[in-house]
């Protein structure tokens, strides 16, 4: 039986009407699009789940916050706001605003990564995947094992595999290790939570080593929220207590503020340590790069948004309600028995389509072929969390066998209604109901190098 939904703490004071489309006009679409879901407009899609970044929807707050924002060039009131805000919140000496959490990457990354380096995550994003592949160096996922079995229940499905973390640092040898990202929650494999025991257990062994240790921060208001409900040490804590003790294990931190923090633009870089020689390399590369160190490519009204967003999205109601939301979608697939990465993450259900299409193989891109058919059953756009994605191997060229075959429902923040979630389970549903009339997947037709599931062209395989 699905469970009670959490009723929104806010109501609607603006509204944007949806264009409605017909089953044809949709299959026009897709095709128009090469079967890409990011080459369809956004006007073609009823819902929206390509993701949940930059797609959230801004308080009356941050809305009158940006009028306030301050434009100066250097030094607005707007950048002090928001340094003040995120140094209450994070506890960091120094933060340095940038457009986006990959601009924090760009920034960052290069001033511990090169040639012969290696980066080890709980898994990498795939934007950080690319950067670290960037800077000349490789990365090496190293999620623990729960965390590849998308039907087995377990707690903090997105942890590290400490052992196997000792494993390779000795491996390719602790000076070889340019840096260890812990990306809370994490976001490939379900929007999974890390807890504060692996943490913990993770920055000891990059101390043992004296290996630099960042965190990939985009959800990590969702990740205190699941810390909270599930690690008894912390059930009484308040959510920004459990950010503090979580960011005090780290070195730096990189973060999207387009996701926790509920805006539609920004990010930030941290760094624990105000005396660190780093922030001058920061400043540097950020002027390169994004602009003065006190808007980093950010507008002052911004900065001004993001200063309230960062309040916001640690409130304990908005997080119940928003997880909630999560929850209720999950008890609707469990009820229909469509296998995902279980329990449900931050952001939204990862459906495991290998298993809704168990005749069609990784090469063939089974998540790409969920996505499509939810476009054309019901207007919803989702995306391909699985090889199709991940890509070639930078080295050889060959398809990389993802772990799983995900399409990824990314729920934007404060958006969608509990109507809007129930259309989501019903076009599932009865996508799966029919999965046998598909025979085959796709094949990509046109790719780029690098980041390819951006912009390929895929086709239909006859
Ligand atoms: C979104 C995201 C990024 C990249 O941030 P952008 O703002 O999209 O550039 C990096 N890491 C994780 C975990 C993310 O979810």
Same mark, same amino acid.
């Given at each position: 039986?699905?469970?009670?939904?959490?009723?929104?703490?806010?109501?609607?004071?603006?509204?944007?009407?949806?264009?409605?489309?017909?089953?044809?006009?949709?299959?026009?679409?897709?095709?128009?699009?090469?079967?890409?879901?990011?080459?369809? =407009?956004?006007?073609? *899609?009823?819902?929206?789940?390509?993701?949940?970044?930059?797609?959230?929807?801004?308080?009356?707050?941050?809305?009158?916050?940006?009028?306030?924002?301050?434009?100066?060039?250097?030094?607005?009131?707007?950048?002090?706001?928001?340094?003040?805000?995120?140094?209450?919140?994070f506890?960091y000496?120094?933060?340095?605003? @940038?457009?986006?959490?990959?601009?924090?990457?760009?920034?960052?990354?290069?001033?511990?990564? %090169?040639?012969?380096?290696?980066?080890?995550?709980?898994?990498?994003?795939?934007?950080?995947?690319?950067?670290?592949?960037?800077?000349?160096?490789?990365?090496?996922?190293?999620?623990?094992?729960? $965390?590849?079995?998308?039907?087995?229940?377990? =707690?903090?499905? $997105?942890?590290?595999?400490?052992?196997?973390?000792?494993?390779?640092?000795?491996?390719?040898?602790?000076?070889?290790?340019?840096m260890v990202v812990m990306?809370i929650?994490?976001? %490939?494999?379900?929007?999974?939570?890390?807890?504060?025991?692996?943490m913990?257990?993770v920055a000891?062994?990059c101390?043992?080593?004296?290996?630099h240790l960042n965190i990939d921060a985009?959800?990590?208001?969702?990740?205190?929220?699941?810390?909270?409900?599930?690690?008894?040490? *912390?059930?009484?804590?308040?959510?920004?207590?459990?950010?503090?003790?979580m960011f005090a294990l780290a070195d730096t931190f990189?973060?999207?503020?387009?996701?926790?923090?509920?805006?539609?633009?920004?990010? *930030?870089?941290g760094v624990k340590?105000?005396?660190?020689?780093?922030?001058?390399?920061?400043?540097?590369?950020?002027?390169?790069?994004?602009?003065?160190?006190?808007?980093?490519?950010?507008?002052?009204?911004?900065?001004?948004?993001?200063?309230?967003?960062?309040?916001?999205?640690?409130?304990?109601?908005?997080?119940?309600?928003?997880?909630?939301?999560?929850?209720?979608?999950?008890?609707?697939? #469990?009820?229909?028995?469509?296998?995902?990465?279980?329990?449900?993450?931050?952001?939204?259900?990862?459906?495991?389509?290998?298993?809704?299409?168990?005749?069609?193989?990784?090469?063939?891109?089974? $998540?790409? @072929?969920?996505?499509?058919?939810?476009?054309?059953?019901?207007?919803?756009?989702? *995306? #391909?969390?699985?090889?199709?994605?991940?890509?070639?191997?930078?080295?050889?060229?060959?398809?990389?066998?993802?772990?799983?075959?995900?399409?990824?429902?990314?729920?934007?923040?404060?958006?969608?209604?509990?109507?809007?979630?129930?259309?989501?389970?019903?076009?599932?549903?009865? @996508?799966?109901?029919?999965?046998?009339?598909?025979?085959?997947?796709?094949?990509?037709?046109?790719?780029?190098?690098?980041?390819?599931?951006?912009?390929?062209?895929?086709?239909?395989?006859?």
């Open positions: 039986m699905a469970i009670k939904y959490v009723p929104e703490p806010f109501r609607i004071k603006v509204v944007e009407p949806l264009k409605m489309m017909t089953r044809a006009e949709r299959e026009q679409a897709i095709a128009r699009a090469s079967y890409n879901m990011f080459r369809l =407009k956004g006007e073609e *899609c009823y819902i929206d789940l390509l993701t949940d970044s930059g797609t959230n929807a801004m308080s009356q707050e941050q809305w009158a916050g940006i009028m306030r924002g301050d434009e100066a060039y250097a030094g607005a009131s707007s950048y002090f706001k928001f340094v003040e805000a995120a140094q209450d919140i506890g000496g120094y933060i340095q605003p @940038v457009h986006q959490g990959r601009a924090a990457e760009k920034v960052l990354f290069p001033t511990f990564l %090169s040639e012969g380096k290696f980066a080890i995550s709980n898994m990498f994003f795939d934007t950080t995947r690319a950067h670290v592949i960037l800077a000349g160096a490789r990365p090496i996922d190293c999620c623990c094992e729960e $965390g590849k079995n998308p039907a087995l229940r377990a =707690k903090f499905k $997105g942890n590290m595999d400490v052992e196997r973390l000792e494993e390779i640092i000795k491996e390719k040898g602790a000076e070889n290790i340019g990306t929650t994490n976001n %490939s494999a379900g929007g999974q939570p890390v807890s504060l025991q692996n913990r257990d000891a062994i101390k043992k080593y004296g290996i985009a959800r990590y208001a969702e990740n205190a929220y699941f810390v909270k409900r599930d690690e008894q040490e *912390c059930q009484d804590w308040p959510i920004k207590r459990i950010v503090r003790e990189t973060m999207s503020a387009k996701k926790d923090t509920i805006v539609n633009m920004g990010g *930030c870089i340590d105000p005396e660190s020689p780093l922030i001058l390399k920061i400043k540097a590369n950020c002027i390169s790069f994004e602009g003065f160190y006190t808007y980093g490519g950010l507008n002052g009204r911004d900065l001004e948004a993001l200063a309230i967003g960062l309040y916001e999205g640690i409130d304990e109601d908005y997080l119940r309600y928003r997880i909630g939301q999560m929850e209720y979608l999950a008890s609707r697939l #469990d009820d229909a028995g469509i296998i995902y990465q279980a329990p449900v993450g931050g952001h939204g259900p990862f459906i495991d389509a290998a298993k809704i299409y168990p005749h069609i193989p990784y090469n063939e891109f089974p $998540g790409q @072929v969920l996505a499509i058919e939810l476009y054309k059953e019901a207007g919803i756009r989702t *995306c #391909d969390i699985g090889s199709y994605m991940l890509g070639n191997d930078p080295d050889t060229g060959e398809q990389l066998h993802a772990e799983n075959e995900f399409t990824r429902f990314a729920i934007p923040r404060r958006v969608y209604t509990q109507s809007h979630i129930d259309i989501m389970a019903d076009a599932l549903i009865a @996508v799966r109901d029919r999965a046998k009339e598909i025979k085959r997947g796709y094949k990509i037709t046109w790719e780029p190098p690098i980041l390819r599931h951006f912009q390929a062209s895929l086709a239909p395989i006859e």
